[in-house]
C-alpha cells in the first residue's frame, strides 16, 4: 500500500448505532487530518495531530472521537450520529504540522439514516 | 485572517480550449499556495505547489499556475483542455500569517464539453 488509505469506503449508520473509520498513511508523516467534506459546502477542518498529539478540534461534536494511537494511524470513533453528519469523510497526512503539503485518502462516504 | 477566495463555482470550457480557473488570496505576507484536483468519489490529489521559489510552477498533467503578488493571486491554466481535465478543483493557502494551517476554497467545477 502507498499513500493514505482509509477504510471503509462507504459506511451506512443508524443514529444508533456506533462506528470507526480508519486512516493509515504510508509516507513517514508526522502530522494527520480528518476532514469533512458536505455536499456545497467548504472542507471542514475537523482534527490535527502532530506527532500523535490532539493540537487542534475544530468545535466539533462530541459525537465525533478521534484516536491517533501512532504517527501512522488516525481514527475517528462515530456514535449517535445524526443525518446532517452525512458526508465525505477524508483523512490527510504531512510531513509535519504546518505549511507542508498535505495528501489526502480516498474519503469514506458516511450515510447515517 | 488568511483567506483564499476561488472566483467562480463552474467553470465550462470545450475540448482544446484553454483552462483558466481564478484563485486570489488576502495576505500580507507572501504565502505557501496550492492546487487540488478532486475527480468523483476520491480524495483530493495534489496539483502543485508554489512556496516562494519560481513564479511560475509547473504541476501534473499540464497544469501550472502563476504566483502574482501584485494582483495577490494564483490562477491555474492549462493550454488544452482534455474530458479527462473535468473536476472539482481547490486551491489552498498556508503560511505565517494562518499559523501554519491550511485554508481551502470553495472549489471550482470544471466541466470539459467534447
Known amino acids: 500500500e502507498t499513500g493514505v488509505t482509509q477504510t471503509p469506503r462507504h459506511l451506512v449508520m443508524g443514529m444508533t448505532n456506533k462506528k470507526s473509520l480508519k486512516c493509515e498513511q504510508h509516507?513517514?508523516?508526522?502530522?494527520m487530518y480528518w476532514y469533512k467534506q458536505s455536499a456545497k459546502k467548504p472542507l471542514e477542518l475537523m482534527f490535527v495531530?502532530?506527532?500523535?498529539?490532539?493540537?487542534e478540534n475544530n468545535s466539533v461534536p462530541s459525537r465525533f472521537s478521534p484516536e491517533c494511537p501512532n504517527s501512522s494511524h488516525l481514527f475517528l470513533h462515530l456514535h449517535t450520529l445524526q443525518p446532517e453528519d452525512s458526508a465525505l469523510y477524508l483523512c490527510?497526512?504531512?510531513?509535519?504540522?504546518?505549511?507542508?503539503?498535505?495528501?489526502f485518502g480516498p474519503g469514506t462516504r458516511l450515510t447515517v439514516t | 485572517a488568511q483567506s483564499v477566495t476561488q472566483l467562480g463555482s463552474h467553470v465550462s470550457v470545450s475540448e482544446g480550449a484553454l483552462v483558466l480557473l481564478r484563485c486570489n488570496y488576502s495576505?500580507?505576507?507572501?504565502?505557501?499556495l496550492f492546487w487540488y484536483v478532486q475527480y468523483p468519489n476520491q480524495g483530493l490529489q495534489l496539483l502543485l505547489k508554489?512556496?516562494?521559489?519560481?513564479?511560475l510552477v509547473k504541476g501534473i498533467n499540464g497544469f501550472e499556475a502563476e504566483f502574482k503578488k501584485s494582483e495577490t493571486s494564483f490562477h491555474l491554466t492549462k493550454p488544452s483542455a482534455h474530458m479527462s481535465d473535468a473536476a472539482e478543483y481547490f486551491c489552498?493557502?498556508?503560511?505565517?500569517?494562518?499559523?501554519?494551517?491550511?485554508?481551502f476554497g470553495t472549489g471550482t467545477s470544471l466541466t470539459v464539453i467534447p
Open positions: 495576505s500580507s505576507v507572501p504565502p505557501y
Open positions: 490527510a497526512s504531512s510531513l509535519r504540522r504546518g505549511a507542508y503539503e498535505q495528501y
Open positions: 508554489y512556496t516562494s521559489a519560481a513564479t
Open positions: 495531530y502532530s506527532l500523535e498529539e490532539r493540537v
Open positions: 509516507l513517514g508523516h508526522n502530522a
Open positions: 489552498a493557502v498556508s503560511g505565517m500569517n494562518t499559523g501554519n494551517q491550511f485554508y
